[in-house]
Structures are given as structure tokens and as C-alpha cells.
């Protein structure tokens, strides 16, 4: 079985600062390890992906998240906020099979204080 | 990247009556698709896994006679609430997985809304 720690609900930042959101996972297989944003009543937008490659991986809009194996983490990183990122995060862990369903992390929505 | 379509994105309907909610892959193929619920301010429960030509895998607790899932063709999959009831009022998202390089990637579509009154 699979499953996402995202520690707290909610994050505050103020714009220009830096973005801070935690991942833990749990897998008994090598994971695969997503980060996806949602804005209000939309679907997800994927902000990048490990899938056993590079262990520091970059996504769009400037995110990027370490894989720490050691620490089953996978933290999502971003050095200047902007009003924009303000949104609802999730962590998501799969298996490498083809069509592995997903399981997501509970969330954290991330406010940008001007 | 691979585009899912979801539709309506939003529905309201009577106590009592069905609502088909449609997912399409505009331009690839998907043998599988996925089905969430998300309830406001809480993550995404999948309900169920589609599978093209055969029946869906229901999630532990999920209704399958309320939820009907057909995967008819390789790029539509339909969820139909059936009598629904105020109780699943909420978001609900499919979702398809693709392979990009090494990997593979879920896309999402844009969700539907559904207000039952």
C-alpha cells in the first residue's frame, strides 16, 4: 500500500519569499512521486514529476522538489513566491506501472500575502 | 501535453434523477481512466478505475450500482450518478495516464461540479 503525508492545511507566504510545502511518502516499491496544483473548481495541473531519474527535479513556474530517499520526503520548493501560486497543493505517489492509480496527499493551500 | 475533456463542468440536477458525466482523451488512447470525488477542502478519493471493454474496479465503499462506469471506446468514459441524492453533491475528476519518456503522466480533466437539490 501506498500513501502521502502532507503535514498542515495551510501555508502562508508573503510574495518574494520563499515557498516551503511538505511531502512525505510511503511505498514498498520504488515510488514514482508527483506534485499537481488545483486551482478554484478546476482540475489538476501537473508541476513536476520523479519518476527514478534525477533526484532533484524541476517543474514549471519555477518549483522544484529533492527526492530524499532516506527521508521518504519529496518537498516542494520555490525560491520567490507570486501572488499567482496562491492554490491548493497535492503530493501524489504511484507505482511504475502504466495505469498505477494515483494516491494524493490531503492538501495544503497556499496563500500569498502581498 | 495529452488533453482529457471532461464534461459538463458543472450540473445541478433533482433529487432522484441521473446525471451522465462524460471523459474523453482528445488525442491519445486510453485504455484506463481514473475516477475521483473530491469533497471541499479535502484531497481526491479515487472511486473507481475504467477499463476499456470490461468493468470498472471499484474503490473499497463505493456504490457501483450508483456509480456506473461504461469505457466504451478507447477515448470515452462516462460516470453516471444514478438517483442521486444531495449526499453526492460534489467534484468530480477523471483522470488518464500516459507515457511520457521514461515515465508515465496522469492528466487530468477539468472537473464537474454537481449540485443535487
Known amino acids: 500500500a501506498q500513501s502521502v503525508t502532507q503535514l498542515g492545511s495551510h501555508v502562508s507566504v508573503s510574495e518574494g519569499a520563499l515557498v516551503l510545502l511538505r511531502c512525505n511518502y510511503s511505498s514498498s516499491v520504488p515510488p514514482y512521486l508527483f506534485w499537481y496544483v488545483q486551482y478554484p473548481n478546476q482540475g489538476l495541473q501537473l508541476l513536476l514529476k520523479y519518476t527514478s531519474a534525477a533526484t532533484l527535479v524541476k517543474g514549471i513556474n519555477g518549483f522544484e522538489a529533492e527526492f530524499k530517499k532516506s527521508e521518504t520526503s519529496f518537498h516542494l520548493t520555490k525560491p520567490s513566491a507570486h501572488m499567482s501560486d496562491a492554490a491548493e497543493y497535492f503530493c501524489?505517489?504511484?507505482?511504475?506501472?502504466?495505469?498505477?492509480?494515483?494516491?494524493f496527499g490531503k492538501g495544503i493551500t497556499l496563500s500569498v500575502r502581498p | 501535453g495529452a488533453v482529457v475533456s471532461q464534461h459538463p463542468s458543472r450540473v445541478i440536477c433533482k433529487s432522484g434523477t441521473s446525471v451522465k458525466i462524460e471523459c474523453r482523451s482528445l488525442d491519445f488512447q486510453a485504455t484506463t481512466m481514473f475516477w475521483y470525488r473530491q469533497f471541499p477542502k479535502q484531497s481526491l478519493m479515487l472511486m473507481a478505475t475504467?477499463?476499456?471493454?470490461?468493468?470498472?474496479?471499484?474503490e473499497q465503499g463505493v456504490e457501483k450500482d450508483k456509480f456506473l462506469i461504461n469505457h466504451a471506446s478507447l477515448t470515452l468514459s462516462t460516470l453516471t450518478v444514478t438517483s442521486a441524492h444531495p449526499e453526492d453533491s460534489s467534484f468530480y475528476i477523471c483522470?488518464?495516464?500516459?507515457?511520457?519518456?521514461?515515465?508515465?503522466?496522469?492528466?487530468f480533466g477539468q472537473g464537474t461540479r454537481l449540485t443535487v437539490v
Open positions: 483522470s488518464a495516464r500516459v507515457r511520457t519518456g521514461p515515465g508515465t503522466e496522469a492528466f
Open positions: 501524489a505517489v504511484s507505482d511504475p506501472g502504466a495505469n498505477s492509480k494515483l494516491t
Open positions: 475504467s477499463n476499456e471493454g470490461s468493468k470498472a474496479t471499484y
